[in-house]
């Protein structure tokens, strides 16, 4: 039985008492739970609420002993006679009439090994997210949830959440020493569970309560805590998709993507969003249709305020829980893969908001992020920048990125700003900007964790894909690391975006002073593994819609962007067009509503969405078009030359077997019949695409379906024709044989 009132001390020292009643106790362990004494082991345990406390056997319930109330706060203590460690039982508490049962937490031994400590203070975890977080466990019969979460400036941590009230006082973490990792065995706690973890920093000050970094789901916005979700037992039916990967996302295979923000892309009637699983079922059959390979998302790791379309995440880990729990986002990547779509996620290591539930100042420290402004703030989104210098931030972010893609099979990443990570003095005037070691403005501790991520997920799986939004010059971003590049597998083409866009941007009348602009991203259309990108960035801030930013009237407009779509999906380099863009969305996205579906039932709009369907199946059909993508040996010129027509043409090549194709561009509004040009070799070539059809909205001005080469050469070609060029048109050709 429990000893008296009278040996109470000695059960419970007042200093223990104190540091338990003020939050002050980080290290729990050695005070409450079991602990061996003479003639017995002793229990304490903390219970608000609780009148009495008893100790039950774990196998039949039976009554070991009773708990002395030490303190009105809660605190009971008693001694178990006869009892030793290991010494396994449960409470049950009473209040009134009211009882309850409950495995005591403080009986647990620790989880998390040391080799895992030691890999963690390392920042070398090669699997990381399974060592902290919120985990479903069974331990020694006890169904609960494992936290851990790396705190090294913290006085003491504890889980709270509804089930002690949001009260820090009741669940204090165990400290593992150096690692700076807490952890806590919590039995009862489930899939479902809300939480977040109260900080007591090293000064005292008790920090506002923080998401969990590791946290796998969370509450919608606004709310703000974690959600425990157990990630195990999903049956996956992509292994056929899985297997057959790689080919998919090779450099010489068709990649054309449908950058999406699910918030946006459809809504229902009544403003509100979309689930993961009725995305399943709306988004993936239409990208599938569209003829499109890879679907992309915007940001869908857990972002508190939507006007950031996810690019400030807090829950790195955690799909948003706008549309749904982790379950319904593995169904909707299920469905990708069922249809045969690969599925890249925008993915942020370069900033993060400083909401006060988040990573800014986690355990009243510069934790995650630089101290110093000028290498910790972001001018551009008042955010703040990783520390990249620091082995288990680095840890953090690469496990990250492979978490995604072994939890939920997702193909790939799209790292966004890359720019931004590789210059200290990016966005930062003179004297707002701390240089590297040799005086230059390299972040070459982001550099180094962009090359290790790189490394780490191909190593992982080669058939993975990774993506640069890269906005410089710098060189060998899709180089393999050990060749001396960043290692990622494919960068946006932005200067290729800049020069076309501006250049369709203009009145037909003064395009011949700027054919350049056309032209000359040829120059360097082989330094990178390139991408052409006609993303969100280019329908927001006020630049209007793809087809606001064409001149001329609305039968102008939609032939300059169906002339400019023939052009991209005809030049060299991976497709990749926003949402909208491909039914001529007629303004500028808004994050807030879902798209302007009601276009489609006009015959522009519906044209260019039948024009990018066509574009997309000519694209995958003809292996000239995307075999030698990012080799010099894909292209040759047949007149780049021609300013004052406004006139291209060129020659895609393939491989062995692939037919070539001859793409031809009008940027004019004057049709020209008998227009001779130059081909690569006699015989019949049909017309395989012409954006000025009737069918996409065009006045059908064309070939009536090809034209005949002879043997005259022109345009440096050894055959040639005469075709017709309609206005403002893009014609493709390939051998009728």
């Not at 000050?205 to 974690?226: H, L, N, R």
């Not at 990249?388 to 990125?401: C, Q």
């Not at 690391?481 to 960068?491: E, I, N, S, Y």
């Not at 291209?648 to 019949?673: E, I, Q, S």
Request: with cysteine; glycine share 12%.
């Amino acid at each position: 039985m429990a000893s008296s009132r009278s040996d109470t001390p000695t059960l419970f020292s007042r200093a223990d008492r104190d540091a338990l009643l003020a939050a002050d106790q980080g290290n729990p362990f050695a005070v409450l739970g079991p602990h061996e004494a003479d003639g017995g082991v002793i229990v304490r345990a903390f219970v608000p609420g609780a009148d009495g406390v008893d100790v039950l056997a774990t196998d039949d319930g039976a009554l070991l002993g009773k708990l002395e109330r030490v303190d009105d706060a809660g605190l009971f203590a008693g001694l178990i006679a006869g009892a030793a460690l290991p010494f396994s039982y449960r409470l049950r508490a009473s209040a009134g009439d009211h009882g309850w049962a409950f495995d005591d937490p403080y009986r647990f031994g620790p989880v998390i090994g040391e080799l895992d400590e030691h890999l963690i203070s390392e920042g070398t975890h090669g699997s990381l997210y399974d060592m902290l977080g919120a985990h479903c466990q069974t331990i020694e019969g006890v169904s609960g949830t494992h936290f851990a979460v790396w705190a090294p400036g913290a006085r003491r941590v504890s889980v709270v959440g509804p089930f002690n009230h949001w009260n820090g006082r009741q669940h204090p973490m165990r400290g593992r020493g150096r690692s700076g990792v807490w952890e806590l065995f919590l039995p009862g706690i489930g899939d479902g569970t809300a939480y977040k973890y109260e900080i007591k920093a090293d000064d005292g000050t008790v920090q506002p309560q923080k998401a969990d970094p590791f946290g796998f789901g969370a509450e919608i916005p606004p709310a703000t805590a974690s959600i425990v979700r157990d990630l195990s037992g999903h049956d996956w039916s992509d292994a056929d998709w899985l297997s057959g990967r790689r080919a998919r996302n090779r450099v010489d295979a068709p990649i054309s993507i449908y950058e999406a923000q699910l918030g946006s892309w459809r809504r229902h009637e009544d403003g509100s969003h979309l689930t993961y699983r009725e995305l399943a079922d709306t988004l993936v059959p239409y990208v599938k249709d569209l003829g499109f390979t890879h679907l992309e998302l915007m940001p869908i790791s857990e972002y508190p305020f939507a006007g950031s379309w996810g690019y400030q995440p807090v829950g790195l880990y955690a799909p948003t829980s706008r549309f749904g729990t982790p379950a319904d986002f593995r169904a909707f990547v299920d469905a990708c893969h069922g249809a045969e779509i690969g599925l890249l996620l925008d993915w942020v290591p370069g900033h993060f908001p400083s909401d006060d539930h988040g990573l800014a100042q986690f355990d009243g420290t510069h934790l995650y992020e630089h101290a110093d402004p000028k290498q910790g703030f972001h001018p551009d989104w008042n955010t703040l920048v990783f520390n990249y210098g620091r082995p288990e931030v680095v840890n953090y972010l690469t496990a990250n990125a492979q978490f995604w893609l072994d939890a939920y099979h997702v193909d790939g990443l799209r790292v966004d700003a890359v720019a931004s990570m590789l210059y200290l003095d990016y966005s930062r005037e003179d004297g707002e900007w701390v240089p590297n070691a040799f005086g230059s403005n390299e972040n070459l501790e982001a550099i180094e964790f962009l090359k290790n991520t790189n490394r780490t997920v191909y190593g992982a799986d080669d058939s993975i894909m990774t993506v640069a939004e890269e906005s410089t010059a710098w060189s060998g971003v899709s180089r393999p690391t050990d060749a001396g590049g960043l290692g990622f597998g494919f960068k946006w083409n932005m200067g290729w975006m800049n020069d076309t866009l501006a250049y369709m941007g203009r009145d037909p009348v003064h395009r011949r002073h700027h054919h350049h602009q056309m032209t000359f991203a040829l120059h360097y259309a082989y330094s990178e593994n390139f991408i052409l990108p006609l993303s969100h960035d280019e329908v927001v801030h006020g630049k209007g819609s793809l087809y606001q930013r064409m001149p001329g009237d609305p039968w102008q407009k939609f032939a300059n962007l169906r002339a400019y779509f023939g052009f991209m999906w005809g030049h060299p380099g991976k497709k990749l067009l926003f949402m909208g863009g491909e039914f001529a969305q007629d303004s500028e996205w808004n994050h807030d509503i879902g798209l302007p579906w009601h276009l489609l039932d006009d015959a522009g709009h519906g044209g260019v969405q039948a024009l990018v369907r066509d574009l997309n199946h000519a694209y995958r059909d003809h292996g000239a078009l995307y075999r030698k993508d990012c080799e010099p040996a894909g292209f040759s010129w047949i007149l780049a030359d021609a300013a004052a027509e406004s006139i291209l043409a060129f020659v895609r090549h393939g491989g062995p077997g692939d037919a070539p194709v001859v793409v031809v561009c009008n940027y004019t509004p004057v049709p020209r019949t008998d227009w001779r040009i130059g081909l690569p070799m006699a015989g019949r070539w049909r017309e395989i695409i012409n954006t000025d059809a009737a069918d996409y909205g065009g006045s059908g001005l064309g070939n009536l379906g090809g034209v005949s080469a002879t043997d005259e050469g022109w345009h440096g070609q050894p055959a040639s024709a005469q075709i017709t060029l309609p206005p403002l048109a893009t014609v493709m050709f390939v051998p009728a044989e």
